[in-house]
């Protein structure tokens, strides 16, 4: 931050002089910029003045994409050093390029990447040895950044298998470094994200070596008896039952103190906590551990015994905020459920009060929710916090029939436990903040994109197969799939959980086998089940007999099954609440107070009828600048926006040529700034796309 500093001042100095500057090469050196994931840049060539004057400076095609089923993402914020960027490609290989022209420079040709939606690649660098680090399927692979060989040396053959050291009884083999690890001197600290099922394997924080491979410490996210928050799982031996609380998000370094912070998962199984009674740490958690040693500094716990996927979405940004006239290192992180929390970066003192405030406990037999949750004081929520019918879309196509759902359901408050009876989730499951992160500048204002969307669920006694019992492939469908799905095979409105109707037109049936098998995307994999099991679901979902093909089916262990995250629409397509659906917010840490919301996103037919612009469901980060700019894509409409950071005004957009549905990067080189956002769209129903596209000013002053 300190170099990040000195750019800025030297720039303003060279602007307030009349002197355009020469600008130096600035590289984007981390996931979301730097090791304080501030996704900030000093650079300001590009400024609220000339902004409307950006083209399209390159254009990379980095393949792959599903054109027909629009099944593929690229999640990517590419990283530029020296003039090299690094990406991710739709199809989940790693490449360089020119960060200039975009010319290709080298691509990676795994074959052995589990269908992962990677986040990005890490870089580390010690005089001549310069290594990329990439997260694809279960291994951790080690490149040469200049030839993009894999470095035999590192692991077995140049990977690490980061399944090894976190299994346990009964787990699937589902795991993914699908978001960038951090680097701390001559270690990679490596979270991963496992499935979330009561099959789920451990998920602990491991350092490796990242020379050699290999591993450094273990932080153990589900306690070993004696110690510390092992009495906060019951029954016992947590470790052997249990499954998930891993670092799916990634994290934020203090290189200064040695301090690496880490936001946690919810434990396996997400919507009912029966079998791990308690408040379940490190599951839900901020962790601060030493990063030299892995040992835990301090924690603080967001959700007590999660039982509705409330895990924090993104790393947390580390700032520098004033209070009292003290300058105070602070670290900030953003919730699913609206909320920004805001600790003492060295003590994890919280800067604002938090209070325990009681939450509706009645639940379904067995289950035992906490009877608080902590709640910050200030800043306020960045967005509601319920719904109900005074919050339904005043011009909802069929709003009758919305109030009389809506009227049988449990809503009207946060944390209010899955029973038969409809749940209403406000915010969605996944936010809210989400996995895009939020932006921080150096006069401690954050700001967070943000969806405001109803979703719901409930949850279902499973129809258990007797001991040895016979069942048919519809059964078992009903039983392993139909929660994310759909009973019906529909899947959810926005394409998230696809429909498996007519599956036999798109995919063969060995390729749905490899699926079950190795598990693709957000699906885990289903290998810890019987092949006859696997076969039985595959013959059903490809209509091969399944009236009376029967197999001896695995019992499932836990009693309920939830029903689905049904994101909320009316019979138009639009959700069910009143606008804004999706939103920018602008908080000043300082004082914990709001400076500014606006929409994110628009539906065009909308606003072509006089309907303000809503903002939309959204997916990707910001990135602020030093010209008091705030660029941003994310949104369903495909545009990519720059933002006046500090009214919240629009000052110019752009159509790409699918959703970017990741976070902005910029950089310098040759004198010239660019931005550039990986347009992979394929979420929320948009097309799939394989694009990278930098923008710049067509001249330099």
């Not at 692991?155 to 346990?168: A, M, S, T």
């Amino acid at each position: 931050m300190k170099y990040l500093l000195i750019i800025a001042s030297l720039l303003f100095i060279a602007f307030q002089f009349g002197h355009p500057p020469t600008l130096p090469d600035t590289n984007w050196t981390e996931y979301n910029g730097d090791g304080a994931r501030s996704h900030y840049s000093p650079l300001a060539q590009i400024n609220p003045e000339n902004v409307q004057q950006l083209k399209v400076a390159w254009t990379y095609g980095s393949g792959g994409a599903d054109t027909t089923g629009n099944r593929t993402q690229i999640q990517c914020n590419p990283i530029v050093v020296d003039g090299v960027l690094y990406g991710v490609s739709a199809n989940t290989q790693a490449f360089a390029l020119n960060a200039a022209t975009g010319q290709e420079i080298w691509r990676t040709k795994l074959t052995d990447n589990g269908g992962t939606t990677s986040r990005g690649v890490t870089y580390w660098g010690d005089g001549q040895d310069k290594r990329i680090l990439f997260g694809a399927g279960k291994w951790l692979y080690a490149f040469d950044a200049q030839t993009g060989k894999p470095i035999d040396s590192f692991g077995q053959d140049g990977r690490i298998d980061l399944k090894e050291g976190i299994e346990r009884p009964g787990a699937d083999n589902y795991v993914q470094p699908n978001t960038p690890n951090t680097i701390y001197k001559n270690l990679i600290i490596v979270g991963v994200r496992v499935s979330e099922g009561e099959t789920a394997l451990l998920g602990d924080v491991r350092a490796y070596d990242v020379r050699t491979g290999q591993k450094v410490w273990t932080f153990h996210t589900i306690p070993q008896p004696g110690e510390f928050g092992y009495d906060t799982w019951a029954p016992a031996n947590p470790r052997q039952r249990l499954g998930g609380a891993n670092a799916w998000a990634g994290m934020a370094i203090d290189r200064d103190r040695g301090i690496v912070y880490i936001p946690t998962g919810s434990a396996a199984y997400d919507f009912y906590g029966g079998n791990r009674k308690g408040n379940n740490l490190y599951a839900n958690c901020l962790l601060a551990l030493d990063a030299t040693t892995g040992k835990r500094v301090w924690h603080f716990q967001f959700v007590h015994h999660d039982i509705w996927d409330r895990d924090p979405p993104a790393p947390p940004s580390l700032l520098t905020v004033v209070q009292a006239g003290k300058k105070i290192d602070a670290v900030a992180q953003t919730t699913k459920q609206g909320h920004v929390f805001v600790f003492d970066r060295v003590t994890g003192k919280p800067l604002f009060p938090v209070v325990e405030k009681a939450f509706p406990t009645a639940a379904v037999a067995g289950e035992q929710p906490s009877r608080t949750q902590p709640i910050p004081t200030k800043p306020a929520p960045f967005t509601k916090q319920s719904f109900t019918e005074k919050d339904i879309n005043p011009w909802a196509s069929n709003r009758d029939e919305i109030v009389a759902t809506l009227r049988k359901a449990h809503t009207g408050s946060p944390y209010i436990p899955l029973t038969s009876t409809m749940t209403i989730f406000f915010p969605g499951t996944d936010g809210g903040a989400q996995w895009g992160g939020s932006a921080v500048d150096p006069e401690g204002v954050i700001y967070i994109p943000a969806k405001q969307n109803p979703c719901f669920s409930s949850l279902v006694l499973k129809e258990q197969p007797a001991s040895n019992a016979s069942v048919t492939g519809a059964q078992l469908y009903s039983l392993r799939c139909a929660a994310c799905h759909g009973a019906d095979r529909r899947g959810n409105h926005d394409g998230s959980y696809p429909s498996l109707l007519g599956l036999e037109a798109r995919l063969s049936a060995n390729a749905v086998h490899q699926v079950l098998l190795k598990g693709r995307g957000m699906m885990p994999s289903f290998s810890h089940l019987p092949e006859a099991e696997r076969k039985a679901i595959v013959d059903f979902l490809f209509n091969k007999g399944n009236a009376t093909q029967t197999v001896s089916a695995q019992k499932a262990g836990l009693p309920y099954q939830h029903t689905g995250y049904n994101r909320w629409y009316d019979s138009n397509g639009y959700p069910v609440s009143a606008p804004p659906w999706g939103t920018l917010t602008a908080i000043d840490l300082n004082t914990g107070e709001h400076r500014w919301q606006v929409p994110l996103g628009e539906y065009k037919e909308l606003t072509a009828k006089g309907v303000a612009p809503t903002g939309t469901d959204n997916y990707g980060g910001p990135l602020v600048t030093g010209s008091n700019l705030l660029f941003i894509a994310a949104s369903k409409d495909e545009q990519l926006r720059a933002f006046d950071k500090k009214t919240g005004k629009i000052l110019w957009q752009v159509q790409l040529p699918a959703a970017g549905y990741a976070s902005p990067s910029t950089y310098s080189v040759g004198g010239k700034q660019y931005v550039v956002i990986a347009c992979g769209g394929g979420k929320l129903n948009t097309k799939s796309g394989d694009k990278y596209v930098a923008f710049a000013l067509p001249t330099v002053p």
